[in-house]
C-alpha cells in the first residue's frame, strides 16, 4: 500500500525500442537519398509505429484502468510536456538560426545573394497560404473540441476532433504534393537543405501530432475522457497548438521573406 500520491513507473522496453527505431529509421533515410533502398527506412518506421501503439497501450491502462493519474501525477506530466516543447522551440531554433544566417550574410559560394542563384522559390500565396489556414481552422477546430469536452458535450467533441484529424492528414497530403512540384531539391545550396529540413521536421510534426490526436479520438470514443479527467487530450491540444504556431514561423520566414 503506498503512502504517496506518485506513481512509480514499472520497467518498460519502450523507450530504448523506440531509440533504437529512431537511429533505424534516420540511418534509412540517409540510404533512401543515396542509394533508393528503403528496407532500412520501412524497418524503422514500423518498429517505431508499434512501440508508439504499446506504449499508449501501458500509458491507458495506467491511467484509465489502475487509475495511477492522481491529481499529482496529472501536474507532474504537464511539466513534463512543457519540458519537452520548450526543448522543441530550441530543436527549431537552431534551423531558424541556420536559415537567417545564411540569408542575412550569403556568402561567396552561393553568389552573394539570396535565395542563391538558380533556385526559384515558391509562390507563398498558393499552396504555402493553403496550408497556413488548413492549420488555423485545425487550431480552431481542436479549441473547440477541448471547450466542448469542458462542458461534456460529447458529439461535438468527437466531430470537432475528427475535423482537426482531416485537416490535419490533408495538411500532410498538401505537403507532399508540394515536395513533388518545388523546382529544386534538397542539394540545391543552402535554400535547398534548410527549406527542406525545416519543412520536413515540421511535417513529422504535424504527422505526430495527428497520431496523438487520433489516439485520444479512440479514447474517447471508449469512454476514457471525461471533463474532470482528460489530461491526454489536454497535452495533445497543447502540442498541436505548438505546431501550428512553428508553421506561422516558417511561412513568414522560409516562403515570405526567404523569396
Known amino acids: 500500500m503506498n ?13 530504448i525500442i523506440s531509440s533504437l527505431g529512431v ?5 534509412g533515410t540517409i540510404m533512401l537519398m543515396k542509394s533508393m533502398k528503403f528496407e532500412l527506412l520501412a524497418i524503422g518506421t514500423i518498429t517505431i509505429y508499434l512501440c508508439m501503439f504499446n506504449w499508449w497501450r501501458d500509458v491507458t ?25 520548450i526543448s522543441e522551440v530550441f530543436f527549431f531554433l537552431s534551423f531558424f538560426w541556420t536559415f537567417f544566417h545564411s540569408s542575412l ?11 542563391p542563384q538558380g533556385v526559384k522559390t515558391l509562390n507563398p500565396m498558393n499552396v504555402p497560404m493553403l496550408n497556413t489556414m488548413i492549420l ?30 482531416l485537416l490535419g492528414l490533408y495538411f500532410t497530403l498538401i505537403q507532399m504534393m508540394e515536395y513533388y512540384e518545388t523546382s529544386f531539391c534538397i542539394s540545391d545550396s543552402i535554400y535547398g537543405s534548410t527549406f527542406f529540413i525545416m519543412t520536413g521536421f515540421h ?24 471533463e474532470y479527467h482528460n489530461v491526454g487530450f489536454e497535452l495533445s491540444a497543447w502540442y498541436w497548438h505548438f505546431v501550428d504556431l512553428v508553421w506561422l514561423f516558417l511561412y513568414m520566414s ?3 521573406w526567404g523569396m
Not at 485545425?138 to 469536452?149: D, E, K, P, R
Request: proline share 5%; net charge positive.
Open 203 to 226: 511535417g513529422i510534426h504535424v504527422i505526430i501530432g495527428t497520431i496523438f490526436i487520433t489516439i485520444s479520438f479512440m479514447r474517447m470514443m471508449k469512454f476514457h475522457l471525461s
Open 136 to 165: 488555423l481552422c485545425s487550431g480552431m477546430s481542436i479549441t473547440w473540441a477541448h471547450n466542448s469536452l469542458m462542458m461534456n458535450k460529447m458529439n461535438m467533441t468527437k466531430q470537432s476532433m475528427i475535423i482537426t484529424i
Open 254 to 256: 522560409l516562403y515570405w
Open 105 to 115: 550574410a550569403p556568402n561567396f559560394e552561393i553568389g552573394m545573394m539570396w535565395p
Open 3 to 15: 503512502n504517496h500520491p506518485y506513481h512509480m513507473v514499472n520497467m518498460s522496453p519502450w523507450p
Open 61 to 85: 491502462r495506467e491511467s484509465t484502468f489502475q487509475g495511477n493519474h492522481t491529481k499529482k501525477i496529472i501536474i507532474m506530466m504537464k511539466s513534463g510536456m512543457t519540458l519537452f516543447i
Open 23 to 27: 537511429m533505424t529509421m534516420m540511418m
